[in-house]
């Protein structure tokens, strides 16, 4: 009988039922992490999940639940309420789109648990249902792309042909981005938006728009600029307007957003005429938030990134060599 009591002291010691309340198992000192990606759909977004999970390492004491969305919405929300269930510390949210977080995020700061918006915004009524949000002014972006525009074409009185290929309708990048050249298109009268078209930020998708639309085109047809919002359109709308017959660099200007490595090669050799920068690389920022939090203090709001723009003028070997993403 003595032996059968000494077993199972020895059992309950070793399972850690016998440990003080300051001798916690490794497990419990993680601060768990659940991150709601947007999905997959471009290089920078690739970039930007390698960035999170880079930091987000049980070596550096954090537990990550990552969730991929796939592009759909009603993942994202499904996602953040399985975190709320599993009362993470935080949770990190990239919104696809701008509108319909009321409710979920109501739910999060309910439970206690601080939401960090990166990259996209909400559209919320109550600006306290998330801590901070880091990431990009799209407008500003626009902006430069636009006054690239305007300096490109100052002199000519013809007009400016363009083509317009939007990202994912409703997120703060399609918007921004958007606006901007609306306000192009209405401060200058010779500027002339041939079409509009969805190339959802993916590659494939704008192949497959943009070809649809050059085919309808006569021969004849000049094209001045083609305004895409992220680089993989612009990687697809070239393969289409090359398909066409069209020379990107000298009859067409391509414009594109992220300056990811491929498109700083394509800049480098004439084919995009510009693109402006837009970080992926957030993950330190979130982490210093974060921290921010675990230390009691209450952090700043609005986290707005310093961004560049290339174009094949300043753009040189070691530009591209040393780019992360
Ligand atoms: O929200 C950031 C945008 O989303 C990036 O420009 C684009 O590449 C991504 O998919």
């Known amino acids: 009988m003595k032996r059968l009591i000494c077993l199972i002291l020895s059992l309950l010691l070793l399972t850690g039922c016998g440990k003080s309340e300051t001798e916690q198992p490794e497990e419990e000192k993680l601060i768990v992490v659940g991150i709601s990606q947007v999905g997959a759909e471009s290089d920078w977004r690739v970039a930007n999940s390698e960035s999170m999970k880079s930091v987000f390492t049980e070596e550096r004491d954090y537990r990550l639940l990552f969730e991929d969305a796939r592009q759909i919405q009603e993942n994202q929300i499904i996602a953040v309420r399985r975190f709320i ?6 949770i990190v949210l990239m919104p696809l789109s701008e509108t319909g977080w009321d409710s979920v995020l109501q739910e999060a700061w309910d439970a206690g648990i601080p939401v960090i918006l990166v990259d996209r915004m909400v559209d919320v009524e109550d600006d306290s249902l998330y801590a901070a949000h880091v990431g990009s002014d799209f407008y500003a972006q626009g902006r430069k792309a636009v006054t690239w525009m305007e300096r490109k074409f100052r002199n000519s009185s013809e007009a400016v042909n363009i083509v317009h290929i939007q990202g994912t309708p409703g997120s703060t990048a399609q918007l921004g981005r958007t606006n901007a050249l609306e306000d192009g298109l209405t401060a200058h009268e010779n500027w002339n938006l041939l079409a509009r078209l969805d190339g959802d930020f993916t590659q494939a998708k704008t192949y497959e728009v943009m070809s ?32 066409y017959g069209y020379q990107c660099g000298t009859d067409v200007n391509v414009i594109c957003f992220d300056a990811t490595r491929n498109a700083l090669k394509l800049c480098m050799e004439g084919k995009i005429a510009l693109t402006v920068e837009c970080n992926p690389l957030l993950g330190p920022l979130v982490e210093e938030i974060i921290q921010t939090m675990e230390a009691g203090q209450i952090p700043q709001k609005q986290h707005y990134i310093e961004e560049k723009q290339f174009t094949s003028r300043n753009l040189t070997q070691q530009i591209i060599d040393s780019r992360e993403y």
Do not use: M
């Open 85 to 90: 269930q599993q009362r993470v510390d935080y």
């Open 212 to 243: 649809r639309y050059l085919g309808t085109l006569p021969p004849e047809q000049g094209i001045d600029v083609v305004y895409c919002e992220n680089d993989n359109e612009a990687f697809g709308a070239i393969e289409a307007l090359e398909r």
